[in-house]
Nanobody, 125 residues
Framework: EVQLVESGGGLVQAGGSLRLSCAAS????????IIWFRQAPGKEREGVSCIGGGDGRTYYADSVKGRFTISSDNAKKMVYLQISSLKPEDTAVYYC??????????????????WGQGTQVTVSS
């Protein structure tokens, strides 16, 4: 069973940084792409970044390019999202999700099989 557990969220001032973590278990890590997406109250889900299983290629939404960095530690089955230069509009619950589909599909469709419970990021102005 695929399990994903996010952590690292919190309250931060605008301009600050956080490092979100996603602990994965229950599947062959290298075979899956891991996507971070977020959802703010009253808004639709937004895919922010993805890292491909196997090749480790990274992908970012335009809204976060240059500010967010995704990385993984395959040995630990962990995926990280370093979020910097935070803005109040980055406030949302951040989730990680896993799927065997390619990152470009996942970011475009936000259609994936498994995701975690999320971690709240709140950015104050």
């Amino acid at each position: 069973e695929v399990q994903l557990v996010e952590s690292g969220g919190g309250l931060v001032q605008a301009g600050g940084s956080l490092r979100l973590s996603c602990a994965a278990s229950g599947f062959t890590f290298d075979d899956y792409s891991i996507i971070w997406f977020r959802q703010a109250p009253g808004k639709e889900r937004e895919g922010v970044s993805c890292i491909g299983g196997g090749d480790g290629r990274t992908y970012y939404a335009d809204s976060v390019k240059g500010r967010f960095t995704i990385s993984s530690d395959n040995a630990k089955k962990m995926v990280y999202l370093q979020i910097s230069s935070l803005k109040p509009e980055d406030t949302a619950v951040y989730y990680c999700a896993a799927d065997t589909a390619h990152c470009w599909y996942l970011l475009g469709s936000l259609n994936f099989r498994s995701w975690g419970q999320g971690t709240q990021v709140t950015v104050s102005s």
